[in-house]
């Protein structure tokens, strides 16, 4: 059995080599090469990382309190080599997040089929990857161009330190849009309540809104015989995404593929990502790891893409975001009247209605086809749900039908 400074020294030495080689991989950029190069690394390094994980831990001891006339050269060398290993886990990690990270924005753009059959990821081999064959998919989530700059082998202080100057103010500014906190609100209050049914003395959670009126509405609920007790207070997160390894990753393959523009594409990439998927989609999704479901407050990063446009005003695109997670949320019962409108165009179809932007304005934005998003605004105006969600419905008339016949049928569709 290896000691632990021999698994930090092989972690280390396998780290380096996937470094090396990924950089030859990316210079075709044949996709199903680089995903089943990318899906075995994975499997390796979680591996490393399990063992490393047990050993280590999560914390380790720091020197900083010590003054120097106390410190012992052997403790000295203990703290060191502890802080190697922690060291080792970390940039694993990093590393980890990196793979996982690409796997997903790959899965997310591109299909893949081995003849006519199609496959998934987990289903490349090294037998069938001559005859694999990858094929982008219509609508783009993240963005492809930046998996070559991910930090395969963890280090990104390391590799960050190969670019110019410009990358590094770059990658400066960034993380440091990306570790802004949005503007922290109460929004809710979630309640504990004890109460009598059938002379049984039950517990319930109820969630509430901030300026309710408790005792009122728990009598309403369960009359007159509840005790409750405030159990917290429900309130936006701080950070948009809650992960030191997404963030690094991001900062640096956005700031090293374009060091001027790097921040306002990524920007619009994470704004694409939210109109373009639904709530229950991005819980399965990693191009992002740990970024927040849905956006309740405003991060300056949404501004970004809209800076030029006139009449820009700060939180134009948080703005957006708030209300497409509202009406996201409001139409969960009623989805099933859109059954035939994938995610993708509903999302262009509301960001049509929340904002002052046409058709063409908004398949720009997206990235999606005009003509299927004009057919999912009139699917949506058949079914009635542009009258019940949006106060002015002004922007949708130009899609209702023109005939009399065809009024008078929608009038009954509609009841």
Same mark, same amino acid.
């Given at each position: 059995?290896?000691?632990?400074?021999?698994?930090?020294?092989?972690?280390?030495?396998?780290?380096?080599? #996937?470094?090396?080689?990924?950089?030859?991989?990316?210079?075709?950029?044949?996709?199903?090469?680089?995903?089943?190069?990318?899906?075995? @690394?994975?499997?390796?390094?979680?591996?490393?990382?399990?063992?490393?994980?047990?050993?280590?831990?999560?914390?380790?001891?720091?020197?900083?309190?010590?003054?120097?006339? %106390?410190?012992?050269?052997?403790?000295?060398?203990?703290?060191?080599?502890?802080?190697?290993? !922690?060291?080792?886990?970390?940039?694993?990690?990093?590393?980890?997040? *990196?793979?996982?990270?690409?796997?997903?924005?790959?899965?997310?753009?591109?299909?893949?089929?081995?003849?006519?059959?199609?496959?998934?990821?987990?289903?490349?081999?090294?037998?069938?990857?001559?005859?694999?064959? *990858?094929?982008?998919?219509?609508?783009?989530?993240?963005?492809?161009?930046?998996?070559?700059?991910?930090?395969?082998?963890? %280090?990104?202080?390391?590799?960050?330190?190969?670019?110019? #100057?410009?990358?590094?103010? *770059?990658?400066?500014?960034?993380?440091?849009?990306?570790?802004?906190?949005?503007?922290?609100?109460?929004?809710?209050?979630?309640?504990?309540?004890?109460?009598?049914? @059938? @002379?049984?003395?039950?517990?319930?959670?109820?969630?509430?809104?901030?300026?309710? %009126? #408790?005792?009122?509405?728990?009598?309403?609920?369960?009359?007159?015989?509840?005790?409750?007790?405030?159990?917290?207070?429900?309130?936006?997160?701080?950070?948009?995404?809650?992960?030191?390894?997404? !963030?690094?990753?991001?900062?640096?393959?956005?700031?090293?593929?374009?060091?001027?523009?790097?921040?306002?594409?990524?920007?619009?990439?994470?704004?694409?990502?939210?109109?373009?998927?639904?709530?229950?989609?991005?819980?399965?999704?990693?191009?992002?790891?740990?970024?927040?479901?849905? #956006? %309740?407050?405003?991060?300056?990063?949404?501004?970004?893409?809209?800076?030029?446009?006139?009449?820009?005003?700060?939180?134009?695109?948080?703005?957006?975001?708030?209300?497409?997670?509202?009406?996201?949320?409001?139409?969960?019962?009623?989805?099933?009247?859109?059954?035939?409108?994938?995610?993708?165009?509903?999302?262009?179809?509301?960001?049509?209605?929340?904002?002052?932007?046409?058709?063409?304005?908004?398949?720009?934005?997206?990235?999606?086809?005009?003509?299927?998003?004009?057919?999912?605004?009139?699917?949506?105006?058949?079914?009635?749900?542009?009258?019940?969600?949006?106060?002015?419905?002004?922007?949708?008339?130009?899609?209702?039908?023109?005939?009399?016949? *065809?009024?008078?049928?929608?009038?009954?569709?509609?009841?």
């Amino acid at each position: 059995m290896t000691t632990t400074e021999e698994l930090v020294a092989q972690v280390n030495k396998i780290l380096d080599d #996937i470094g090396i080689d990924m950089d030859g991989l990316f210079e075709t950029f044949d996709v199903p090469s680089i995903s089943y190069r990318l899906k075995e @690394n994975l499997s390796l390094l979680r591996e490393l990382e399990e063992e490393l994980s047990r050993r280590v831990g999560e914390s380790t001891p720091a020197v900083r309190g010590m003054d120097k006339r %106390d410190r012992d050269p052997h403790i000295q060398w203990i703290y060191k080599k502890k802080r190697n290993r !922690v060291l080792a886990l970390e940039r694993l990690r990093a590393a980890i997040t *990196a793979h996982k990270m690409a796997l997903s924005t790959i899965d997310a753009n591109y299909t893949f089929f081995y003849g006519r059959k199609p496959v998934s990821l987990k289903e490349l081999t090294q037998d069938n990857l001559p005859s694999v064959k *990858a094929f982008p998919k219509p609508v783009m989530i993240g963005r492809v161009e930046a998996i070559p700059y991910l930090a395969y082998s963890g %280090d990104v202080l390391r590799l960050l330190g190969r670019h110019s #100057i410009a990358v590094r103010e *770059a990658f400066k500014f960034i993380k440091s849009k990306l570790r802004e906190k949005g503007i922290v609100r109460m929004r809710g209050l979630r309640i504990e309540v004890e109460y009598w049914e @059938n @002379n049984r003395l039950k517990k319930a959670r109820v969630d509430l809104p901030a300026d309710a %009126d #408790i005792e009122g509405e728990l009598r309403k609920r369960f009359g007159r015989r509840f005790r409750w007790r405030v159990l917290s207070f429900v309130k936006t997160k701080g950070v948009l995404i809650n992960n030191h390894y997404t !963030v690094d990753n991001l900062a640096l393959a956005y700031a090293a593929l374009d060091p001027e523009g790097g921040a306002e594409k990524l920007g619009l990439d994470l704004f694409r990502y939210y109109f373009l998927t639904s709530e229950n989609e991005r819980e399965g999704l990693g191009v992002y790891p740990d970024i927040r479901l849905c #956006i %309740d407050c405003h991060y300056s990063i949404f501004d970004l893409p809209f800076r030029g446009e006139p009449g820009f005003k700060t939180g134009h695109g948080s703005m957006l975001l708030i209300r497409k997670c509202e009406i996201e949320r409001s139409i969960v019962g009623r989805r099933k009247e859109l059954s035939n409108v994938p995610n993708y165009l509903l999302g262009g179809v509301l960001l049509y209605g929340v904002s002052d932007y046409n058709e063409s304005n908004v398949a720009r934005i997206l990235g999606i086809p005009e003509e299927e998003l004009k057919g999912a605004i009139e699917k949506f105006v058949i079914s009635g749900l542009h009258t019940t969600l949006f106060a002015d419905t002004s922007k949708f008339e130009k899609f209702l039908p023109k005939s009399d016949r *065809a009024k008078q049928f929608l009038a009954l569709l509609q009841g």
